[in-house]
């Protein structure tokens, strides 16, 4: 039995942790894979500047350093930031995996150039620097917002009957006027909204935490994991201060509650 462990990027309770965890329903996986869903200690508020993405990594590098000694096969970020992923693959064995590039990477696949559907302006900076890593500028149709301040505990609960027209209207300008052959959801938060999209579009919509839990179902069935060479470990590690820091933030967190 593979166990995965899921790595969500705010500080949630069990309602809102069912929500996240619900995504798995939008794929079929074996019988021998679970996800194991976790949520970090401390997070930014959202994730729109260069302090939030810093915060990130640190919350997502503490919340799955254990992971391979506590008995995971391997570990995703839920997350389209893909916070964390190259620091865990630099300490971990075991597979990391985030939804970003592997959005972007499957697009490809898919159709000759994507778009990214997002809710607001804010996250369009988490694309470009994956587009930039990549090189993928010239793949990219257009990045698409509906300008909704997004809800990252409730997701889009209570807002679909607002929300999903314009998602699907501004999906369909991606496709007819910037010439997206496929369509990226640009958030984890937001796959409560692919069932309703992907029977509208005429298009591929790339749900990103499924797909990611599907990739690693698949590369760990054919025994795979991150290069060392592309992820070399660390001269001295010093894992253990991250636990230190973090258990610090959440306390101070705590603390303003």
């Known amino acids: 039995m593979h166990k995965v462990l899921v790595l969500v990027p705010f500080p949630l309770n069990e309602k809102n942790l069912a929500q996240r965890e619900a995504q798995q329903k939008a794929a079929q996986f074996g019988p021998d894979i679970e996800f194991h869903y976790h949520p970090v200690k401390a997070a930014p508020s959202n994730y729109v500047s260069h302090h939030d993405y810093i915060l990130a990594d640190l919350g997502m ?54 778009s990214i559907l997002t809710m607001w302006d804010g996250w369009k900076g988490l694309y470009q620097k994956t587009l ?35 998602l699907e209207a501004a999906a369909m300008k991606a496709i007819e006027e910037d010439g997206a052959d496929v369509i990226c959801l640009g958030s984890t938060t937001m796959h409560e909204s692919h069932a309703y999209l992907q029977e509208r579009l005429p298009v591929p919509i790339i749900n990103p935490g499924p797909l990611s839990y599907k990739i690693a179902e698949t590369v760990l069935g054919l025994g795979l994991t991150h290069s060392r060479t592309a992820y070399p470990k660390p001269i001295v590690d010093k894992s253990d201060m991250y636990h230190v820091m973090l258990d610090a933030a959440a306390s101070s967190e705590n603390s303003k509650n």
């Open 132 to 166: 930039y890593e990549l090189n993928l500028g010239d793949k990219c149709a257009s990045i698409r917002s509906i300008g909704v301040k997004p809800d990252n505990k409730n997701l889009l609960a209570g807002k679909e009957d607002s929300v999903l027209p314009l």
């Open 61 to 114: 590098m503490e919340a799955g350093l254990n992971a391979e000694r506590d008995g995971y096969s391997a570990v995703c970020i839920d997350t389209m930031s893909d916070s964390g992923v190259s620091g865990l693959r630099s300490v971990l064995d075991i597979p990391v995996f985030g939804p970003g590039r592997l959005s972007m990477l499957t697009a490809l696949m898919l159709g000759n150039r994507f």
